[in-house]
Protein backbone atom coordinates (compact mmCIF):
# COMPACT_ATOMS: atom_id res chain seq x y z
CA UNK A 1 0.00 0.00 0.00
CA UNK A 2 2.85 2.20 0.95
CA UNK A 3 4.47 1.52 -2.64
CA UNK A 4 1.19 2.63 -4.29
CA UNK A 5 0.71 5.49 -2.54
CA UNK A 6 4.33 6.37 -3.11
CA UNK A 7 3.37 5.65 -7.22
CA UNK A 8 0.13 7.48 -6.78
CA UNK A 9 2.01 10.78 -5.47
CA UNK A 10 4.18 10.81 -8.05
CA UNK A 11 1.95 10.06 -10.91
CA UNK A 12 -0.07 13.23 -9.09
CA UNK A 13 3.57 15.55 -8.82
CA UNK A 14 4.15 14.74 -12.77
CA UNK A 15 0.59 15.68 -13.50
CA UNK A 16 0.76 19.17 -11.28
CA UNK A 17 4.50 19.85 -13.33
CA UNK A 18 3.30 19.40 -16.48
CA UNK A 19 0.24 21.68 -15.57
CA UNK A 20 2.74 24.45 -14.10
CA UNK A 21 4.92 23.74 -16.83
CA UNK A 22 2.40 24.18 -19.50
CA UNK A 23 0.83 27.32 -17.57
CA UNK A 24 4.53 28.68 -17.30
CA UNK A 25 4.84 28.53 -21.37
CA UNK A 26 1.50 30.29 -21.83
CA UNK A 27 2.52 33.19 -19.86
CA UNK A 28 5.64 33.29 -21.47
CA UNK A 29 4.05 33.04 -24.77
CA UNK A 30 1.66 36.06 -23.83
CA UNK A 31 4.68 38.16 -22.37
CA UNK A 32 5.92 37.88 -25.63
CA UNK A 33 3.42 38.70 -27.46
CA UNK A 34 2.69 41.68 -24.87
CA UNK A 35 6.47 42.95 -25.78
CA UNK A 36 5.68 43.00 -29.44
CA UNK A 37 2.51 45.01 -28.81
CA UNK A 38 4.76 47.37 -26.72
CA UNK A 39 7.55 47.53 -29.43
CA UNK A 40 5.01 48.13 -32.63
CA UNK A 41 3.59 50.92 -30.12
CA UNK A 42 6.70 52.08 -30.10
CA UNK A 43 7.62 52.10 -33.58
CA UNK A 44 4.46 54.15 -33.90
CA UNK A 45 4.94 56.74 -31.23
CA UNK A 46 8.52 57.63 -32.74
CA UNK A 47 6.53 58.04 -36.14
CA UNK A 48 4.07 60.54 -34.61
CA UNK A 49 6.78 62.39 -32.52
CA UNK A 50 9.01 62.37 -36.45
CA UNK A 51 5.58 63.67 -37.97
CA UNK A 52 4.51 66.05 -34.97
CA UNK A 53 8.43 67.85 -35.49
CA UNK A 54 8.62 67.59 -39.08
CA UNK A 55 4.88 69.64 -38.77
CA UNK A 56 5.99 71.87 -36.60
CA UNK A 57 9.11 73.32 -38.80
CA UNK A 58 6.43 73.50 -41.58
CA UNK A 59 4.56 75.64 -39.62
CA UNK A 60 7.38 78.00 -38.41
CA UNK A 61 8.17 78.32 -42.21
CA UNK A 62 4.60 79.23 -42.83
CA UNK A 63 4.15 81.60 -39.96
CA UNK A 64 7.73 83.31 -41.09
CA UNK A 65 6.24 83.58 -44.77
CA UNK A 66 2.94 85.12 -43.85
CA UNK A 67 4.84 87.99 -41.39
CA UNK A 68 7.22 88.55 -44.44
CA UNK A 69 4.32 88.36 -46.71
CA UNK A 70 2.52 90.93 -44.70
CA UNK A 71 4.95 93.30 -44.13
CA UNK A 72 5.59 93.18 -47.61
CA UNK A 73 1.30 93.97 -48.28
CA UNK A 74 1.52 97.12 -45.39
CA UNK A 75 4.95 98.36 -47.52
CA UNK A 76 3.12 97.96 -50.48
CA UNK A 77 0.11 100.13 -49.22
CA UNK A 78 1.85 102.42 -47.57
CA UNK A 79 4.09 102.73 -50.87
CA UNK A 80 0.86 102.80 -52.88
CA UNK A 81 -0.38 105.74 -51.00
CA UNK A 82 3.02 107.94 -51.31
CA UNK A 83 3.17 107.28 -54.87
CA UNK A 84 -0.45 108.32 -55.55
CA UNK A 85 -0.10 111.84 -54.68
CA UNK A 86 1.03 112.23 -50.82
CA UNK A 87 4.24 114.06 -50.25
CA UNK A 88 6.17 114.49 -47.17
CA UNK A 89 6.28 117.82 -45.76
CA UNK A 90 7.61 120.20 -43.13
CA UNK A 91 6.60 122.84 -40.82
CA UNK A 92 8.89 126.16 -41.49
CA UNK A 93 7.59 130.09 -40.75
CA UNK A 94 3.85 128.53 -39.70
CA UNK A 95 2.98 126.76 -42.53
CA UNK A 96 3.55 123.17 -44.26
CA UNK A 97 5.61 122.89 -47.03
CA UNK A 98 6.36 119.88 -49.46
CA UNK A 99 9.93 118.25 -49.64
CA UNK A 100 11.67 118.43 -52.76
CA UNK A 101 10.67 115.57 -55.24
CA UNK A 102 14.32 114.02 -54.60
CA UNK A 103 13.97 114.42 -50.37
CA UNK A 104 10.27 112.87 -50.75
CA UNK A 105 11.49 110.36 -52.77
CA UNK A 106 14.28 109.69 -50.21
CA UNK A 107 11.82 109.57 -47.33
CA UNK A 108 9.43 107.42 -48.51
CA UNK A 109 12.51 104.92 -49.26
CA UNK A 110 13.67 105.40 -45.47
CA UNK A 111 10.21 104.58 -44.46
CA UNK A 112 9.37 101.79 -46.48
CA UNK A 113 12.71 100.75 -44.98
CA UNK A 114 11.91 101.77 -41.30
CA UNK A 115 8.53 99.72 -41.92
CA UNK A 116 10.18 96.84 -42.72
CA UNK A 117 11.93 97.05 -39.29
CA UNK A 118 15.54 97.24 -40.99
CA UNK A 119 17.90 97.63 -38.36
CA UNK A 120 19.01 101.55 -38.26
CA UNK A 121 16.14 102.79 -39.75
CA UNK A 122 14.44 104.73 -36.89
CA UNK A 123 16.12 108.01 -38.24
CA UNK A 124 16.94 109.56 -41.34
CA UNK A 125 18.39 112.71 -42.14
CA UNK A 126 16.71 114.64 -45.26
CA UNK A 127 17.94 117.85 -47.34
CA UNK A 128 15.39 119.60 -48.34
CA UNK A 129 15.26 123.49 -49.44
CA UNK A 130 18.64 123.75 -48.45
CA UNK A 131 17.77 122.60 -44.79
CA UNK A 132 18.80 119.48 -43.48
CA UNK A 133 16.36 117.71 -41.36
CA UNK A 134 16.29 114.37 -38.85
CA UNK A 135 13.16 112.56 -39.34
CA UNK A 136 12.20 110.17 -36.17
CA UNK A 137 9.69 107.41 -37.59
CA UNK A 138 9.05 106.06 -34.56
CA UNK A 139 7.76 109.32 -33.17
CA UNK A 140 6.51 111.15 -36.69
CA UNK A 141 8.73 113.81 -35.42
CA UNK A 142 11.36 116.45 -37.22
CA UNK A 143 13.76 118.35 -36.27
CA UNK A 144 15.54 121.13 -37.63
CA UNK A 145 19.38 120.03 -37.33
CA UNK A 146 20.96 123.38 -37.71
CA UNK A 147 18.19 125.17 -35.01
CA UNK A 148 16.93 122.04 -33.15
CA UNK A 149 13.35 122.74 -33.61
CA UNK A 150 10.96 119.68 -33.58
Given at each position: EKDQLEAEF???KRVDLAA????????EMLCQQTIQK???EKA????AED???????????VTVEKDELQAQLQTQNSGSALRRGVTWQYYMDGRW??????????????????VREIPGTQFVTISSGGVDRQVDFKLMQQMHLRTGKT
Open positions: QKLETQKRKRALDALRKAQLAILQDVLETEEFTPEANEHMLQAYLDY
